[in-house]
T-cell receptor, first 111, second 112 residues
């Protein structure tokens, strides 16, 4: 059974600081890894998808890396803003198309 | 624009009642999924479907059922609602493997 862990559970930083969110998973037999953002009381918004053959993916201030062999991914958010405050979820997709989620990292960016 | 919708967005029901949550997607995706989200547990898979007339149990399927009579819809039924099923429910869809899953806005269900 795939286990996904996200560390830290919560993070508070001043505006402008770079954010580093970590995700680890136990089974390297994955199709891809997705990072989602969730605002309080809202649904999930997909941020980045990294296919298993890729090492990283970038979108604007966001960069996600994937080391499948060690079962790790890192999401970097550069020059954080108060609008980046949210919960960030990591999920891995197995060969059966099912997603296994981590519990999330709740980020607060202080103005 | 293609989308995935859920209804109702909020529901309060009593213990023992049957409840059905609707999920409708207009992408013509083959795969559809139901998750529940609870504090301390993250998102957990309830049921999923790879196509019409196909349904499969997920990690936490006890007390829930689904049916897939067409491509667009995957309703989730709670046969006899229990307080432990108070949660936020999310529906998602994807076309194939190695593809993004798109999530609906969620349904907040309270069982009293």
């Amino acid at each position: 059974k795939q286990e996904v862990t996200q560390i830290p559970a919560a993070l508070s930083v001043p505006e402008g600081e770079n954010l580093v969110l970590n995700c680890s998973f136990t089974d390297s037999a994955i199709y891809n890894l997705q990072w989602f953002r969730q605002d309080p009381g809202k649904g999930l918004t997909s941020l980045l998808l990294i296919q298993s053959s890729q090492r990283e993916q970038t979108s604007g201030r966001l960069n996600a890396s994937l080391d499948k062999s060690s079962g790790r991914s890192t999401l970097y958010i550069a020059a954080s803003q108060p609008g980046d405050s949210a919960t960030y979820l990591c999920a891995v997709e197995g060969y059966d198309y099912k997603l296994s989620f981590g519990a999330g990292t709740t980020v607060t960016v202080r103005a | 624009d293609a989308e995935i919708t859920q209804s109702p967005r909020h529901k309060i029901t009593e213990t023992g009642r049957q409840v059905t949550l609707a999920c409708h997607q207009t992408w013509n995706h083959n795969n559809m999924f139901w998750y529940r989200q609870d504090l301390g547990h993250g998102l957990r898979l309830i049921h999923y479907s790879y196509g019409v007339h196909d349904t499969n149990k997920g990690e936490v399927s006890d007390g829930y059922s689904v049916s897939r009579s067409n491509t667009e819809d995957l309703p989730l039924t709670l046969e006899s609602a229990a307080s432990s099923q108070t949660s936020v429910y999310f529906c998602a869809s994807s076309q194939t493997g190695n593809d993004e899953q798109y999530f609906g806005p969620g349904t907040r269900l309270t069982v009293t």
